[in-house]
């Protein structure tokens, strides 16, 4: 009889025990799970890293449990990816026929889709070293240098292509764009007006606005010389955080966040 209690007995502690360790491990494995941030993968234009990095430090003092991890590239290429089946949560187009791309494969979260800003497209010059060129026009004169003009690559870039329409626009294409230097993004464009190793380049009016001491506007496109310049967002359906999404597209356009648009030299276009 003494026997047959031993037994049970240390049955019973073992099974005290296991079960423990296992209710143990369910309860940390629910606090790491709540500890982790909730993540929304955010693909926007290059020229809007700043500005957008501005808005997500902002939104993480409203939402402190939600992780924005974007990345930052040409329209183009992000389009591609998100065609490609990338997990995107909220797309920022540099311009309307990018997201049309994505719209046609019917990639967008219906009733997502927005107009959030609208941008200027400019012609630069360094700071420093008293270049020729003074106008657009300039650029069709012997004061381009071959290699002389930095434009973002007008297939993946939308700036680019913006730059080329205003080219068209004034007549000039045959001239310019032979000595143009086809940048990856628009961030390049700056990057090289900005070091001198060019002599003009064609940004967004807020790229200027990064660069202040390094790169100076002398001439705005006429907006009858291009097609409207706005970004447009809209949710992607491909991403694995749909409502995540929404909820930061929908702060975008809270009265905080237009602040920080304007601040960064847009104006809101919805």
Known sequence: MQIVLKTVRLFSVENILWSSI?????????????????????????????????????YKKIAP?????????????????????????????????KMDLVEKRNLIVKGTRINLVKNKIVLIVPKSGGGSIHCFNCLATDKLKDKGIAIGDPKVVPAGKYATEVFESLKISD??????????NVREVLTYVARGEVDAGVVYYTDTLIMPDKVKIIAEAPENTHSPIIFPAAVIATGNNQEGGKAFLKFLSSPEAIKVFKNCGYTMAE
């Open 22 to 58: 296992f209710f143990c491990a369910i309860f940390f494995a629910q606090i790491i799970q709540a500890a982790k941030p909730v993540e929304v993968n955010l693909a926007a234009g290059a020229g809007l890293k700043d500005c957008l990095n501005a808005q997500i430090a902002l």
């Open 175 to 184: 001239k310019v764009l032979p000595k143009a230097v086809l940048a990856q």
């Open 65 to 97: 449990d939600v992780k924005i991890t974007p990345n930052y590239e040409a329209s183009g290429k992000l389009q591609e990816q998100i065609v490609n089946g990338a997990p995107v949560d909220l797309f920022i187009s540099a311009n309307q026929e």
